[in-house]
Nanobody, 128 residues
């Protein structure tokens, strides 16, 4: 029933920042854990960051830890990925995914399991 739409991608130089947004439809967003994944040409989709349904727990891939911050605003049905200190290797299509987890768990979505809904993705390009 719920759909997701990403926005905020663009072309930036190394060291710059971008803020990605994941907007959900419907009134059940608060029951879902949300995660950001990314995929570069010729590579598998990889986990970037996740936040629990109530925002109480966050997790990050080692490659982005300390540079990226995930957050959510359930009142606005949005999840945000703030990306600072961007590197050329961050270049990818970034996808927002949601997994049913009303109890606040994140273990499954971190591993790409139980993601019921995906957005279409937004392109992030970082020049070195």
């Amino acid at each position: 029933q719920m759909t997701l739409a990403e926005s905020g991608g663009g072309v930036v130089q190394a060291g710059d920042s971008l803020r990605l947004s994941c907007k959900a439809s419907g009134r059940i967003f608060y029951n879902y854990a949300v995660a950001w994944f990314r995929q570069s040409p010729g590579k598998e989709r990889e986990f970037v960051a996740a936040v629990s349904s109530n925002g109480g727990s966050t997790h990050y891939a080692d490659a982005v830890k300390g540079r990226f911050t995930i957050s959510r605003n359930n009142a606005e049905n949005t999840a945000t990925l703030q990306m600072n200190g961007l590197k050329a290797e961050d270049t990818a299509v970034y996808y927002c995914g949601a997994a049913w987890a009303p109890n606040g768990g994140t273990m499954m979505i971190i591993n790409g399991i139980g993601i019921d809904i995906w957005g279409a993705g937004t392109q992030v390009t970082v020049s070195s």
